[in-house]
């Protein structure tokens, strides 16, 4: 167990909708990373947060958004969905921000995203 | 861009030994990390490489060459639990670049 939590585990909705999955870091990470895993892209970075400023972008949709409470739980918001969409989502945690020479990420267990 | 290149299934003996390569393409990086993950779960931490050279954690080492581009991960007294994916992955500050990950299958 990393200490890091995802809601829900699984999810499954229709093409078109709006979900919302949530994540908790270790307790004292202020960091917070979101990830999506599928067969096809293999692990891909989204988007980063410390402290609640978002520091960091990768590949992440336009469809897509994210945020970090006070209380450095983050969700991310995925609009306007597609079948392509289907994955697993991860959330990992660290304890300080970019540019620290050790920041070991720490993964939850992740939330199942079907498209139907 | 960061082409990180891993073989794709690498099948060994319990109590064997295993050498996952990991060859990349970058300008600069922070550190490299491996992970391990079984199917349908999180990514696990195993070990994180700074500087060349090579880093022991039990049964699990790690080695980074920045002038090859390389890396290998070293998986000793291989045991049926560590039948899953290794996934390589750059660091660059907090972003993490991964590999598409090496299937390890372990036989009894």
């Known amino acids: 167990d990393s200490g890091v939590t995802q809601t829900p585990k699984h999810l499954i909705t229709a093409t078109g909708q709006r979900v919302t999955l949530r994540c908790s870091p270790r307790?004292?990470?202020?960091?917070v990373y979101w990830y999506q895993q599928s067969l096809d892209q293999g692990l891909q970075f989204l988007i980063q947060?410390?402290?609640?400023?978002?520091?960091a972008k990768g590949n992440i949709l336009e469809r897509f958004s994210a945020q970090q409470f006070p209380d450095l739980h983050s969700e991310l918001n995925l609009s306007s969905l597609e079948l392509g969409d289907s994955a697993l989502y991860f959330c990992?945690?660290?304890?300080?921000?970019?540019?620290?020479?050790?920041?070991?990420?720490?993964f939850g267990p992740g939330t199942r995203l079907t498209v139907l | 861009g960061q082409n990180i290149d891993q073989p794709t299934e690498m099948t060994a003996t319990e109590g064997a030994i295993v050498q996952i390569n990991c060859t990349y393409q970058?300008?600069?990086?922070?550190?490299l990390f491996w992970y391990q993950q079984h199917a349908g779960e999180a990514p696990t931490f195993l070990s994180y490489?700074?500087?060349?050279g090579l880093e022991e954690k039990g049964r699990f080492s790690s080695f980074l060459s920045r002038s090859k581009g390389y890396s290998y991960l070293l998986l000793k007294e291989l045991q049926m639990k560590d039948s899953a994916s290794y996934l390589c992955?750059?660091?660059?500050?907090?972003?993490?670049?991964f590999g598409a990950g090496t299937q390890v299958v372990v036989t009894p």
């Open positions: 992955a750059i660091d660059s500050w907090g972003k993490l670049q």
């Open positions: 970058t300008s600069g990086f922070n550190g």
């Open positions: 490489n700074v500087l060349d």
């Open positions: 307790s004292g990470d202020l960091s």
């Open positions: 947060y410390y402290n609640g400023e978002e520091r």
């Open positions: 990992a945690s660290s304890a300080g921000a970019r540019g620290q020479s050790t920041d070991t990420q720490y």
